[in-house]
């Protein structure tokens, strides 16, 4: 599928993904049809998270570094299935990528980019007031949702960049157990029906993370 998520690299250590309650399979932790790959920060770098996405048929999106890193592949090895198909979660309840954030601060210019590289922005919401006034617009990446958030007005001309990811978990409770005081007491979403918590800094995996409850 043109478009689909296929791989978001993230400084850190593998370790600090299975410490969590994630099942790894070479070097990578699969979920859904996506994976996570760690990687080393660049010499000199002192910049943590999201460091590249691989999406299928894609090489160019206003400026989000799509680059693969020596070594990877572009598609992820086939996740390992039930027998009816479905991709197991992980020890920790989670089965799937909910969505990605990248951030901008020009939202029009970047929703061009997304959609001179087939992407259709599915939704747009408005956040805050005044100075604080942002703007959420909403894309698929195959089956994960990109959340591109800037501000109302244009401030600059920098590039995009990859920000955070939320995951969907089966069962909060459960994840809550598995990361221990490594996660933030579970709240209501912004979404009617679910739930979120957030993976505090202390479980040293780099990138900003969500866990959340499935839609319905």
Same mark, same amino acid.
Do not use: Y
């Given at each position: 599928?043109?478009?689909?998520?296929?791989?978001?690299?993230?400084?850190?250590? !593998?370790?600090?993904?299975?410490?969590?309650?994630?099942?790894?399979?070479?070097?990578?932790? +699969?979920?859904?049809?996506?994976?996570?790959?760690?990687?080393?920060?660049?010499?000199?770098?002192?910049?943590?998270?999201?460091?590249?996405?691989?999406?299928?048929?894609?090489?160019?999106?206003?400026?989000?570094?799509?680059?693969?890193?020596?070594?990877?592949?572009?598609?992820?090895?086939?996740?390992?299935?039930?027998?009816?198909?479905?991709?197991? *979660?992980?020890?920790?309840?989670?089965?799937?990528?909910?969505?990605?954030?990248?951030?901008?601060?020009?939202?029009?210019?970047? =929703?061009?980019?997304?959609?001179?590289?087939?992407?259709?922005?599915?939704?747009?919401?408005?956040?805050? *007031?005044?100075?604080?006034?942002?703007?959420?617009?909403?894309?698929?990446?195959?089956?994960?949702?990109?959340?591109?958030?800037?501000?109302?007005?244009?401030?600059?001309? *920098?590039?995009?960049?990859?920000?955070?990811?939320? !995951?969907? =978990?089966?069962?909060?409770?459960?994840?809550? =157990?598995?990361?221990?005081?490594?996660?933030?007491?579970?709240? +209501?979403?912004?979404?009617?029906?679910? *739930?979120?918590?957030?993976?505090?800094?202390?479980?040293?995996?780099?990138?900003?993370?969500? !866990?959340?409850?499935?839609?319905?």
């Amino acid at each position: 599928m043109t478009g689909q998520l296929v791989a978001v690299h993230v400084t850190g250590k !593998l370790t600090h993904w299975q410490a969590c309650g994630f099942a790894t399979r070479d070097s990578c932790v +699969p979920i859904g049809q996506s994976e996570i790959r760690t990687v080393t920060a660049s010499s000199g770098d002192a910049s943590t998270g999201v460091v590249s996405v691989a999406l299928d048929g894609v090489d160019d999106l206003d400026g989000l570094d799509l680059a693969m890193h020596a070594g990877q592949s572009a598609v992820p090895a086939e996740p390992t299935r039930s027998r009816d198909g479905a991709v197991p *979660e992980h020890p920790n309840g989670v089965f799937a990528i909910d969505h990605i954030v990248a951030t901008t601060p020009d939202v029009s210019r970047t =929703t061009q980019a997304f959609e001179r590289a087939g992407f259709e922005a599915r939704r747009v919401r408005s956040i805050g *007031e005044g100075s604080d006034a942002r703007v959420q617009t909403f894309f698929w990446f195959g089956d994960v949702i990109c959340e591109l958030v800037g501000p109302a007005q244009p401030t600059g001309d *920098e590039p995009a960049q990859w920000w955070g990811i939320a !995951l969907t =978990t089966s069962n909060l409770r459960r994840s809550a =157990t598995a990361f221990g005081d490594h996660l933030s007491p579970i709240r +209501p979403a912004v979404q009617a029906g679910r *739930e979120v918590a957030t993976v505090r800094r202390s479980a040293q995996l780099d990138v900003p993370l969500l !866990l959340i409850s499935p839609h319905g």
